[in-house]
């Protein structure tokens, strides 16, 4: 029982970084039917970047945190920019492609700024693990889980009370229909791209002191946040929260249950089921999806 | 109406009480009618009346949620759109879409491959027997693009053609699987009265040819002038069914149409 | 359509010309080796172009069977003391087995979400190779692999290797290219231009897809042959999500639908890395700025993008 208990707590630690990295696919996503497989790099950058800034510089964790959510969607402004906006026919193909060719760029910047070393980071506060019913939960763990919630109300409040917000879901809907009524499409293309970087960055500041950093680490993370995010149903933001914890707790119960080797197999057996069952994901989301 | 004139000419088509109801919206109520064998039936109604619902029913893009659809004999409401095929019911669409990468004449050597055999290994070994396949392949495509005036144009890019030879060209290649019914979607829409005067002509040309047209149409006067039989629809309903003078002559068209007086 | 075949055919002579010549000539053992592997990666490319350029299907998971093409050759010959030619069956029949399964359930989705079923499909593999140490050995990889041989010819040389695959490309060009000209590749092309009316015209499109997604994977798994027995050590390192990747890219900026730009993208990507060595640490970065470029200002390909500039120059 104490087992399963931490168990689970592992599983929600981990899957509510899932659950934000799932979250910017999703947004994303829905904003522009674009799949950024670059994403993992930012939660790469995200990460990274606070290694310097908090354990290099030793700036305060707040300005720390907070420079670095911007200095990766300055990053993501550029690669909206440069990569996206510039390019001639967007095709599905094509569109991956360039995210792929980006995410190998930018993990190249990372190894050339940080070189190939991994890195570690305190916990923003408090070492000491916490015992609950005999298993135990680091105080980070509930650091990520605070944000994650802040973050996905503000989201929430963000896409069905604020102007913007309300503008980008127009875009997301139809395009053309939003520009003709004024939307200014580009900007708020623009605003999508950075504001899923951003939280890309969020997920990295978050996990940078309970993980080994190093340039190599968005790989597999932003691979399985996908698969969170199509768990859960591609372009919704509680499907994408559901899909992260679920992915999260299915690998801790899957490693602790039956064998560590499996782990990473695990998010794309559930990404294969999900597709074939019911590609709408848990919520059902239909392709373009309301945010 | 004219019952044992049509018990006299079999009937290919059979619709019998198909309805399909779409989110709240009824696009076909409990349509029934029978399109003899060599007829052309011209299906008109207003906008929205559900007459390409009525198409998609008939070539199997949908179901029906209740009623029988008889072909020759045989139901075949649900069935696949390619065993539709291969049974001889094909069909053109609306918007024309072609396969704008391949030329003129592969367009419509694509329209023959229901009926011809030839496999990966036939292919990759040339086979005899591909071989001969292939030849035939493209002598029936050429005869087909003969027949509807598109010979000259056979190795040009279908994207290049002008729209009017596009729709030609769909036909061409819905002939091309040798069907017993062939259904057109507004094949003169965008037609300017000359092309229209060709597409009349070969209407006539295909039915000589035995086989069955079914058309959607806007165009009244092509659709008077040619069908033997005219099935009219509003609003998911069948309103009328019979000769175009019956049709012409009914209250409840005139009404449709013109609105009550 | 005479003179196209006329033409095709002379090309492919020109090709089996320029091999022998270079097997002849090339002395430089590095050299030849870097053409086996361009050959090899051809051969990669080439299948994955079938699915991708004339089906128009896309796959992320496609170095699962090239990996499995290698492995099953593998474990055949070195376990089981199998004739590493009947490995070659093996490893085909194998590959073409699996995806036939996977491919039945996974072709019904469209356009991205067939990208991530492939891409979920390769990972899974992936993670086998790695974990299931006492078949594969694990993440140590393979060794001794044997050589190949056939009768009195010995494959053990790097020529005689650059010869056997190369023939093996061309041979599989050949294939490619009559399929291409036959009613099955009119039937592919247009599923490619338009799904919905090759349906409507009778075209079994879900029965296409499946072929050629396991002729695609038939051909990856004799590129993963002849790569387990050139360089007898193997590892799931080379079977990745980036393996996948580069396969894609291949096809991608030698130009999709084209035999042609299949050997041409392979032969860029294989060179790139080569020519990267000199970057060291730049190499990432300059191969992703490379993928990127390309792709904003050639999306059809360098093969047609270049074509096509030729063409406009010329008016």
Partial sequence: MQELLQYLFSGITNGAIYAVIAVGFSMLYSSTELINFAHGEFVMLGALTLVTLWGGLHLPLALAFILTVGIVSGAGFIFERFAVRTVKKPDHIVLVIITVGASIFLRGIGMLIWGKDAYSVPAFSGHQPLDICGATLLPQSIWIMAIVGIMVF??????????????????????RAAWITGIPTGKMVLLAFMMSTGMGGVAGAMIAPITMSSYDMGTILGLKGFCAAMLGGIGSLWGAVIGGFLLGIAEAMGVGLISSSLKDAIAFVLLLAILYVRPGGIVNARDVQRF | MNGRENNLKSSLLKIESVSKTFGGVQAAQDISFKVSEGDIVGLIGPNGAGKTTLFNLITGVYTPDSGKIIFEQTEVQGREVLTLVKMGIARTFQNVELFENMTVVENVMVGQHVRTTCGFWGAVLRLPGALKEEKKIRKNALDLLEFVGLESVADRRSSELPFGWQRLLEIARAMASKPKMLLLDEPAAGLNAVETGTLAELLNKI????????????????????????????QGRLLAHGTPREVQQDEAVMAAYLGKA | ????????????????????????????????????FIGINSLLALGLNMLMGYAGQISLGHAAFYGLG???????????????????????????????????????????????????????????????????????????????????????????????VWLIMLANMVICRRLIDSRIGRALRSIHDSEHAAEAVGVDTANLKLMIFVFSAAMSAVAGFLYAHFVSFISPGSFTFLASVRMVTMVVIGGMASIWGALLGASLLTLLPEWLHAF????????????????????????????????????
């Fill in chain 3, 1 to 36: 359509m005479l003179l196209r075949w006329g033409k095709n055919n002379i090309a492919f002579m020109v090709l089996f010309f320029v091999v022998v010549a270079i097997g002849i000539w090339i002395e430089n053992q590095y050299y030849l080796q870097v053409l086996t």
């Fill in chain 1, 154 to 175: 503000g989201l929430y409040y963000f896409f069905s009370r604020t102007l913007t917000g309300k503008a980008m879901r127009a875009c997301a809907i139809s395009k």
């Fill in chain 2, 207 to 234: 039915r000589s040819q035995g086989i069955t047209l079914l058309l959607v149409e806007h165009d009244m006067n092509l659709t008077m002038e040619i069908s033997d039989r005219i099935v009219v629809l509003d």
């Fill in chain 3, 280 to 315: 060291a640490d730049y190499e990432m970065v300059v191969y992703g700025a490379v993928l990127m470029i390309v792709m904003i200002l050639l999306p059809q390909g360098l093969t047609r993008g270049l074509t096509e500039i030729y063409e406009r120059s010329r008016k």
């Fill in chain 3, 70 to 164: 290698a492995y099953t050759s593998a474990i055949l010959s070195v376990h089981y003391n199998v004739n590493p030619w009947l490995a070659l069956i093996g490893a085909v029949l194998t590959a073409s087995l699996i995806a036939f399964i996977i491919g039945i359930p996974t072709l019904k989705l469209s356009g991205y979400y067939l990208g991530m079923g492939t891409l979920g499909f390769g990972m899974v593999v992936h993670v086998l190779f790695r974990e299931w140490s006492t078949l594969t050995g694990g993440a140590s990889g393979f060794v001794g692999i044997p050589p190949l041989e056939l009768g009195p010819i010995s494959f053990l040389s790097v020529r005689n290797y650059f010869y056997l």
